[in-house]
């Protein structure tokens, strides 16, 4: 393994108990040693998501062999290498999916679930990209086949995913209409290349999108809500569509009037990130470097940031991403 001077303990944030905000602690832990094919990066900053939340409260454990610390994405520093990890260097700047144990100041990856900082990125924009560009990357473009000309309907247009989705589609050619749950968040969707904005508190989107598309309804929708969507995503379909499903903030239980599925030829899919394998990781990061690093390069996509945060108050974030509020994403600077 060839590697910088490395200490033996880190700052870290972990999960005293299950619970609120305030059950994350700041904590001395060991800095983890990378096995084969992995690389340790010195983590100068990390992403928080909503996985991270709902980790905090016990409702989403690490997969089998993860660490048990928060935080699923980061930036910074290659500072070791474990064998056979050829692709990088001690010393390049990095960003990472990672399965857990982004909260702190070294975190482990695998080489092939890591990706270089775009051209011009600072630390805290990078560790705003993997989780979000992963996940809509696989949904939309992979799962969903959104094509140029089509139309995606995003619920939750202004979170981290919401944003990332509505530029990524809109780079690729297609229509974007996105709910949310202000004229705020409204027009930070139709700032960032939305189509049509729609605020859900006052408008039924169903009857929105058939509007916007003539009547023809969406291509793809992408859906983090579940609950009574579900049966109105299927009115908002078009024949052929595609719905994707990533979470169920609204509710994991619903019903729906499934004649909607079969008359329209729907697909209703859906996937979880965090525990897919390595291997899976990796295809989808070879993907995102060839088709969307480029765009970040030039900024015809790149992170909305909403709050950054000192590692040591990552409680705050927390407390931050619960509000409801923010519009992008929510960073931890470690340091």
Known sequence: MTSETIPVKMNAVAISEPGGPLMLKLERRDVPKPGPGEILIRVHAAGVN???????KGAYPPPPGASDLPGLEVAGEVAALGAGAERWRVGDQVCALT????YAEYVKVHGSNALPLPAGFTYTEAAALPETYFTVWHNVF?????KPGETL???GGSSGIGTTAIQLASAFGAYVIATAGSKEKCDACLRLGADRAVNYREEDFVEAVKDATGGKGANVILDMVGGDYVGRNYSAAAVEG???Q???????????DFSKLLVKRLVHTGSTLRPRSVEFKGAVAAALEAQVWPLLATRRVAPVLDMIFPLKEAWRAHER???????????????
């Open 142 to 146: 992979e799962r969903g086949a959104l």
């Open 246 to 256: 990533i979470a169920t903030q609204g509710g994991a239980v619903a019903s729906a």
């Open 321 to 335: 991403m619960e509000e409801g509020e923010h519009i992008g994403k929510i960073v931890l600077d470690v340091g």
């Open 99 to 102: 399965p857990g144990g982004g």
């Open 242 to 244: 595609r719905i994707v």
């Open 153 to 155: 309907l995003v619920h």
């Open 50 to 56: 909503r996985p991270d939340v709902l980790q905090r």
